[in-house]
Structures are given as C-alpha cells and as structure tokens.
C-alpha cells in the first residue's frame, strides 16, 4: 500500500523529492568530490535559495549540520560562556537546556506544563543570562509561538542572543531576521525529506562571540563544526567534513520548488489547512484540541486529546493508507500528532478528515 504520512517527522516526502533525487542519481553528484565547482555551485544554490524562501540577510551564514539536535550543542558551545536561558514546554524545548547542563552552562529555566505557551510579557530573562533558546512550534504538544512574541522578547533584550528551534515549523514563520542572532531546523520535518540534515542560521554576532570564546584557556567551542571554521568554509560554498551532498542538493531543489510557488502561498495554505483541523478536532465528539489557548496553538502539529485509545485510531488509519503521529511520552495513548507541512496539500488533509470522522 502506498501510505500518506501526517507524522510530524520523519514525515510525508515532498511531491517532487522522487524527481530530484532520480536526478541527483542520473548526474552521479554522489561521487563529486566536495572540494570542486560543481559542488560549490550545488551548495551556493541551495544556500540562495533558503535565503530567498526564509529571508535571511547577509548578515546571516546558512550552514549545514548533521542534525538539528547539532545545533543545540554548536549554539551553546559557540554562543555561551556561562549562563543560558530557556523557555520550557516540552520535550524539545526541554532538551535543548539539557544539552546546556550536559555542557556545564549555567542553564536557568521558565518551564509550563505540555500544552502552554508563552507570551512575551512573562519572560524575564535573568541578568547574566547570554543566550536565549525557544522554540517557535514545540513539536511534542502542539504548542507555537508567536513570531511577534519573539521578536518582542529580543527587543527587550537586545543584549542577549537569541536561538530559534523552528524545526518542525520552517518555513512557516516569517522570523525578522534584524531581530534573531540564531535559527535552526532540519530536513525531515516539514521540507518534506529524509532525515540527515540540520541547518543552521546563524549571524556575525554569534561569530564574534565564538572568536573571543576561542581565545580563552578555560572553555572549548569544540573541534567538530566550531563556528569560525564552519562560517570560514561556507565564505567558499564548502563545509570543513565532507557534507551530505545527497540533503543538500535535494534541499535547494525543494527550496526552488517553494520559491516557485512563493513563501507566502505556502503560508497561506498552511493556516487554511490548519484551520480545517482544527475546526474538525473541535466539533468531532472523539477529538478536542490538546492546546486551550487558541494563540497557541501550532499552525503545522496539531495535537487532538482522543476519546478511543490512539493507537485503535492510528491503526484503523492505517490500514486505509493514512498514518497518523501518536501523542508524545506520557501522552502516548490518549492524544494524536497531525503534522500540517507543505507536502501535504489541502485533498489529502479533507482525506484525512473524511477518514477521521468515519472512525
Ligand atoms: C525533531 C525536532 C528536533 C530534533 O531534530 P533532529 O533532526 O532529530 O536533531 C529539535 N527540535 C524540534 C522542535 C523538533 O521537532
């Protein structure tokens, strides 16, 4: 059976992945040496492409990782001497400041229970602090943030960096590039590829910071993908280790392919897909919305609390070709994860309705 995926990632590949990746077969780019033209030019297009689809400006490098889980430990290595700060609401957004303790940062905290937001006006970040890490769209409940919100807390404290999780929410969130020293996401999410891929947006102040780090005898910024040799190598459209060639060539191919349809189409039709789930979820007598407060609730994970244990739901969908996401951790058997990423188009989110309300 041929199966549609609405998890929250690894999820539904985008609908031109299998034409670009043929592609990238037929023209043998597997085998291309990372030190040559050809390769420089494929990376300089994938690069200019997310910079045209995020608008990201040149004060920003756009560099390639393994992972976005990469991101968390380059961004406190490089960005932080002592002390970070982080908003907690998940498990994401949770690992993230595990990461900083696992590293012996000095990590301060505001954590909500799963389901709960933040709001701009809550966040009092601590004096010391250097960095502050969020993330736009808390994958494990279903919980986005604002981009105004963001964009306040930062203008409130615009001494401190600040680092955006947007894994599973790029390139839905119009971010002000003016406003945000750092942002990161990986493929498998709603670019719609396989896993092996992070990205990670990051400015010169972050660079400076990472310089004068360097120096000092008592702190490292590690020797894998520290900073100033990553923004060093992507001057010249390389990488210091030989990169994923395969998720970067397919990533500027589905950058292209978004750019053609425009970011702001894509946005569009992201809000309206979500609205029908949600207008399902909330009228549905098995279904209700996990997040109460409407302002925070995710435009592209929905989470539904379920009457019927989740896992009968997500295997009678199953069996009709429609593969659903199950809730996270301790809501495992009560709750279901819709992912709403672009490649998903509006038929098959009515499909998964219909399906849902058949049950
Ligand atoms: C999936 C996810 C991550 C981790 O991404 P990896 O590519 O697995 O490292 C981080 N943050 C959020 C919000 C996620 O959804």
């Not at 968390?72 to 990461?99: A, D, P």
């Amino acid at each position: 059976m041929k199966y549609t995926f609405y998890t929250p990632g690894p999820a539904q590949l985008y609908p031109s992945f299998e034409q670009h990746l043929q592609t990238f077969v037929e023209q043998q780019l597997g085998s291309i040496s990372h030190r040559s033209q050809q390769y420089r030019a494929l990376h300089q297009h994938t690069v200019e492409q997310l910079r045209t689809l995020l608008n990201v400006p040149a004060t920003h490098a756009i560099l390639f990782l393994g992972s976005a889980s990469e991101a968390w430990e380059r961004i406190l290595l490089n960005c932080v001497e002592h002390e970070s700060y982080h908003l907690v609401n998940g498990s994401f957004s949770k690992k993230f400041f595990q990461y900083a303790q696992a590293l012996h940062k000095f990590a301060h905290k505001l954590e909500k229970p799963m389901g709960q937001g933040f709001d701009a006006s809550e966040v009092e970040v601590p004096e010391y602090a250097e960095l502050i890490g969020l993330a736009h769209n808390e994958t494990s409940s279903g919980v986005q943030m604002r981009v105004s919100d963001i964009h306040k807390i930062k203008r409130s404290n615009p001494d401190k960096l600040i680092a955006v999780d947007m894994v599973s929410s790029a390139p839905y969130p119009d971010l002000d590039y003016s406003l945000i020293d750092t942002a990161f996401f990986s493929v498998q999410k709603a670019f719609g590829l396989p896993s092996g891929l992070g990205v990670w947006i990051v400015n010169e102040k972050c660079l400076q910071k990472a310089e004068r780090l360097r120096k000092y005898d008592n702190l490292t910024i590690g020797a894998h993908h520290d900073l100033p040799t990553l923004w060093k190598n992507a001057q010249n459209h390389e990488t210091p280790a030989t990169p994923n060639v395969m998720g970067i060539y397919l990533l500027g191919k589905i950058a292209e392919d978004m750019n053609k349809i425009g970011v702001e189409a894509i946005r569009k039709e992201t809000e309206q897909k979500a609205k029908l789930i949600y207008k399902f979820i909330e009228q549905h007598e098995g279904f209700e919305p996990f997040v109460q407060e409407s302002k925070h609730r995710s435009q592209t994970v929905v989470v539904a609390n379920t009457k019927q244990p989740s896992s009968e739901i997500i295997s009678t969908l199953k069996a009709k070709g429609l593969v659903l996401g199950s809730g996270y951790g301790e809501h495992k058997a009560t709750q279901v994860r819709i992912a709403n990423f672009p490649a998903t188009s509006t038929e098959q989110v009515e499909d998964l309705i219909k399906a849902l309300g058949e049950l």
